[in-house]
């Protein structure tokens, strides 16, 4: 896991550079002879929104050549596509029909370029996905699941306010452990998110019994899969269900299926993956103090959209180690400079990056003259009446008059300030 984590965890974002998609949706004749618009799921219609592209473009990509990358997309007839489909090994039904090539052909054309880019995320992401997928004994088809939630990006926000490459709401996160405050958001944690996402699929599994109907509640929650089996008369079916679910909702299944064939069936597509020369392994070190990444990147010469990408719950580029210890994510040639310059690190510019105050005192104004200020003691008057009525303290008013006690005479001038 060490070795595939890195620093390429926003790499699909780029793609966006490339294949922009303003559709928002697809129509598809239904049998009646009616068409009917679906709409697409957020991740086909990612925009460049990532603040690292510049550099991971600049150290990572290059064209790949493990396939012959054409422009051209050869014509495929419906045997083909169906054969192709039941040839995928999967526990999860992955049936044929128009809106399923839809989805198939918007994958092989218009978002080639950004499948391209998908398929060489494949060596960062894929691992992670795996692995949590095998430890919950769940279908590993399901690890593209996150091509059509984020197109693989772990800082992509949804409209609604999903976010990371799972896409998780924020309440549905913190029932998953998925903390979320000011400076961290752990939905954007690739390995965190990852295992809390594969608990909740599990656990909707357990549910309806049904991979297709788990993923339709993956998308528009359980709430609303629980209405349209109502009004089906009970149907457990997606596809009988089809009609009665929200617009987004009846493409996502299918979404799903042509996700798993394009990413199986590239080559045939004439779609390369991207060529990506693999960075250094990467290691955690424990922070138990606050940290700004600015800190770490300046003394041990580390480029910071690189630590932004290792580290992407961290909202504002603070680990708030006082609070809880966090793992910090580096390169492995970077651990032993971080060892080796703790103190440094922690102790570098903090004006400027650990402005946060603990205590502070607060300073009473002076007069607007700039001058002091002086009280004529009237009859009956105390020392703790006088201080009270211009706010100051009684040893205040004591130091500036060198009393001891608190006795004060009528007549005379008490200086204030």
């Not at 984590?5 to 790499?11: A, K, Y």
């Not at 990371?164 to 405050?181: C, P, R, S």
């Not at 990413?263 to 991207?274: G, K, L, Q």
Request: proline letters at 5%; aromatic letters at 10%.
């Amino acid at each position: 896991m060490k070795k595939i984590f890195i620093g390429l965890l926003t790499l699909l974002s780029t793609s966006a550079l490339y294949a922009q998609q303003t559709e928002q949706s697809i129509t598809v004749r239904s049998a009646s002879g009616t068409d009917q618009v679906i709409d697409l799921p957020e991740g086909m219609l990612s925009t460049t929104d990532s603040l690292y592209l510049d550099w991971i473009s600049k150290n990572y990509i290059n064209l790949g050549e493990n396939c012959t990358s054409t422009a051209t997309n050869p014509v495929v007839s419906d045997s083909v596509y169906i054969d192709r489909l039941q040839r995928i090994p999967a526990i999860i039904e992955m049936p044929y029909n128009e809106v399923v090539r839809k989805f198939i052909d918007m994958y092989a054309t218009r978002l080639r370029q950004k499948v391209a880019f998908m398929l060489s995320a494949n060596n960062f992401y894929m691992p992670i996905f795996e692995e949590a997928l095998d430890l919950y004994d769940l279908p590993q088809e399901l690890k593209y699941l996150p091509v059509i939630e984020s197109a693989l990006n772990p800082t992509a926000t949804s409209r609604a306010g999903a976010v990371g490459l799972w896409q998780f709401m924020l309440t549905t996160g913190k029932i998953y452990g998925l903390k979320n405050n000011s400076l961290v958001d752990e939905r954007r944690d690739p390995i965190k998110s990852t295992r809390a996402a594969v608990r909740y699929l599990k656990d909707l599994y357990e549910i309806y019994n049904d991979w297709n109907l788990v993923l339709a509640a993956y998308n528009c929650g359980p709430g609303t899969i629980n209405k349209a089996i109502r009004r089906a008369g009970g149907e457990k079916d997606f596809w009988t269900l089809y009609n009665y679910l929200p617009k987004e909702t009846r493409g996502y299944v299918p979404a799903f299926i042509a996700a798993n064939y394009i990413m199986t069936y590239y080559c045939e597509h004439n779609i390369s993956p991207m060529g990506m020369r693999m960075p250094e392994g990467t290691d955690t070190i424990q922070v138990s103090k606050n940290l700004h990444l600015q800190q770490v990147a300046d003394v041990c010469k580390i480029n910071i959209d690189q630590l932004r990408a290792l580290n992407p719950e961290f909202k504002k580029d603070i680990i708030p180690g006082n609070e809880e210890p966090y793992a910090l994510r580096l390169p492995n040639n970077m651990i032993s400079c971080f060892i080796e310059h703790e103190d440094s690190i922690y102790n570098y510019k903090p004006e400027i990056y650990q402005k946060r105050r603990a205590t502070v005192a607060i300073t009473t104004p002076k007069s607007s003259s700039g001058k002091a200020v002086y009280h004529k003691i009237r009859s009956g008057e105390t020392l703790g009446g006088i201080a009270a009525k211009y706010g100051v303290s009684i040893s205040q008013l004591r130091r500036l008059n060198g009393i001891k006690g608190s006795n004060i005479r009528a007549g005379k001038s008490l200086r204030i300030r």
